[in-house]
């Protein structure tokens, strides 16, 4: 949208402002990253983002992504290896460029109306129009860098500690079958026992 420079640090769009109304911010978040990515690492959560201007949201307009990068480093202790990367969190913002406005005009009555303003006279009188506020269509990421690092480590459990859970798993089934084995068969014991007592 017209020719751009850098001037004291910024990025600056040079253009018309009637042409604005042309410029189309609709766009697709292919990819977004901060970093190299590390075994497990999700992609970030602006990737595959989808958003598109239409008549009824302003015709273009500002979108803006205020992210929060984190810088992150994932240890792995098998391969001794350290990736250094940046997770990041994000909201957004949406500014139209067409705004619509209303016009009051108040008029006075006639007759015994005459100086009389009601809220219905005012209704009937109200018009509705779009005008362009004053900003520069586009889409605009702000990031912030966190001033504190995640560590994110890889631990691998031994098979050891594999087999001794499953021993504890299979210990407790067995003692809960031997808990209802000893119920089941003491019930009709104990009746036995009373019918052998009892005189006849």
């Known amino acids: 949208m017209g020719a751009s420079t850098e001037r004291n640090g910024r990025h600056i769009h040079q253009f018309l402002p ?8 609709s766009h697709i978040i292919h990819e977004l990253s901060f970093g190299a990515k590390y075994p497990g690492m999700s992609d970030g959560p602006l990737v595959g983002i989808q ?4 008549e009824e949201n302003g015709g ?10 984190v810088p992150t480093n994932y240890i792995d202790p098998v391969k001794d290896t350290t990736v250094r990367t940046n997770l990041y969190s994000y909201t957004e913002k949406f500014r139209p460029l067409m705004v619509e406005v209303e016009d009051h005009h108040h008029e006075l009555g006639h007759g015994e109306h005459a ?10 009188h109200q018009h509705h129009h779009k005008v362009a506020a004053s900003i520069l269509p586009g889409i605009f990421f ?6 504190f ?9 031994p098979f050891s ?3 001794l859970r499953s021993m504890a798993v299979v210990g407790g089934v067995l003692t809960i079958a ?23």
């Open 149 to 157: 690092a995640v560590e994110v480590s890889k631990t691998a459990v």
């Open 115 to 124: 100086g009389v303003h009601t809220d219905e006279m005012s209704k009937k």
């Open 142 to 147: 702000i990031y912030e860098l966190y001033p």
């Open 18 to 25: 009637e042409d604005a109304p042309n410029f189309n911010a």
């Open 161 to 163: 500690h594999f087999l």
């Open 60 to 69: 273009t307009g500002l979108f803006q992504y205020f992210l929060k990068v």
């Open 178 to 200: 031997g808990w209802l084995d000893l119920f089941v068969h003491a019930r009709p014991k104990s009746k036995l026992a009373k019918l052998l007592a009892s005189p006849r």
């Open 51 to 54: 958003k598109f201007t239409t």
